[in-house]
């Protein structure tokens, strides 16, 4: 079944260094794949979308890659600030259909 | 403009008992989207409306929930009877353009925990 899978452990990291998230996806070919952002006790907040023959995306300090022989997609935060702590989640569209398939999802923590 | 609502944000019910959740998505949206995380476990679709219609529906788990979307406004997810396993978080989504582009647009979600 289609599946992406995102590193479960969680990501420290030292405040002002970048930040590289990975996502890998299995058994199906997205057209696209979107970056949430959750906080605790809220819900997933879309970031970024990078279509299949889109290399790189970037917005601000956020730039995520996309690379279908692999079949991840990279996200990375530059100089990164303590208030980019969160979990960061992986999602398409799964099949023809609307619905977005997520991963669990990766928890940042950037310390001062 | 206001986001996608909703209600209540927390509910703690007895196993057997039942319980509606509400969602309320953002103004002119026509895509209404219900998923649940439970612990653990990655965010999973439930299903999707289009207006008021049942567009996909294939997230359900068993035939005791029930979604409705009278009028394509809000929608409302009941649970009955709601059983141990039915514990966690429910979020609700909207989006504009299910076509194009998928962006949508999360509410905060309702944890729900069985007893």
């Known amino acids: 079944s289609q599946k992406i899978e995102q590193n479960s452990e969680a990501l420290n990291i030292q405040e002002g260094k970048t930040a590289t998230l990975t996502c890998n996806y299995t058994?199906?070919?997205?057209?696209?794949l979107q970056w949430y952002r959750q906080d605790p006790g809220r819900g997933p907040v879309f970031l970024l979308l990078?279509?299949?023959?889109?290399k790189e995306k970037r917005k601000e300090r956020l730039k995520v890659t996309f690379d279908t022989t692999l079949k991840q997609s990279l996200f990375h935060i530059t100089a990164s600030q303590p208030a980019d702590s969160a979990t960061y989640l992986c999602?398409?569209?799964?099949?023809?259909?609307?619905?977005?398939?997520f991963g669990a999802g990766t928890r940042l923590a950037v310390h001062p | 403009e206001a986001g996608v609502t909703q209600f209540p944000s927390h509910s703690v019910i007895e196993k057997g008992q039942t319980v509606t959740l509400r969602c309320d998505p953002i103004?002119?949206?026509?895509?209404l989207y219900w998923y649940r995380r439970v612990m653990g476990k990655e965010i999973k679709f439930l299903l999707h409306?289009?207006?008021?219609?049942?567009?996909?529906e294939s997230g359900m788990p068993n035939n005791r929930f029930l979604a409705e979307r009278t009028g394509g406004t809000y929608s409302t997810l009941k649970v009955q009877p709601a059983e141990l396993e039915d514990s966690g978080v429910y979020f609700c989504?909207?989006?504009?353009?299910?076509?194009?582009?998928?962006?949508?647009?999360f509410g905060p979600g309702t944890r729900l925990t069985v007893l």
């Open positions: 990078i279509r299949e023959n889109e």
């Open positions: 058994n199906y070919s997205p057209a696209y």
């Open positions: 409306f289009v207006k008021e219609s049942k567009q996909d």
């Open positions: 103004s002119g949206h026509d895509n």
């Open positions: 999602a398409s569209r799964a099949g023809g259909y609307n619905k977005l398939i």
């Open positions: 989504a909207s989006s504009q353009d299910a076509k194009s582009r998928n962006e949508q647009f």
